[in-house]
């Protein structure tokens, strides 16, 4: 198992940035692929950004691609989401989890408690 904690929200204009950061704890975290996802007010959560064991490969939603960076320490046991150009429409509550894919969906387990990102216009 793994315990996730979410720091590193908050409130940014747009064109801003954020970096988030997710500490893992559990001796098996280097072996998990990582991803971020998000859930604005009244829509369903959405997968962000994911990041496989090593580092060497990462996958992006569209609407982040070249905006947004996920990266891993597997030293430190964490996670980051770097968010640059920030959107109005990115606002939304982060959530650090294990990212699954099935059927070409991704899918979150193990989450962390989320933390709140808001775009002011």
């Known amino acids: 198992q793994v315990q996730l904690v979410e720091s590193g929200g908050g409130l940014v204009q747009a064109g801003g940035s954020l970096r988030l950061s997710c500490a893992a704890s559990?001796?098996?975290?280097?072996?998990?692929?990582m991803g971020w996802f998000r859930q604005a007010v009244g829509k369903e959560r959405e997968f962000v950004a994911a990041i496989n064991w090593s580092g060497a490969d990462t996958y992006y939603v569209d609407s982040v691609k070249g905006r947004f960076t996920i990266s891993r320490d597997n030293v430190k046991n964490t996670v980051n989401l770097q968010m640059n150009s920030l959107k109005p429409e990115d606002t939304a509550v982060y959530y650090c989890?294990?990212?699954?894919?099935?059927?070409?969906?991704?899918?979150?387990?193990?989450w962390g408690q989320g933390t709140q990102v808001t775009v002011s216009s």
């Open positions: 989890a294990v990212a699954l894919k099935s059927g070409g969906t991704w899918y979150g387990d193990y």
């Open positions: 559990g001796r098996t975290f280097s072996s998990y692929r």
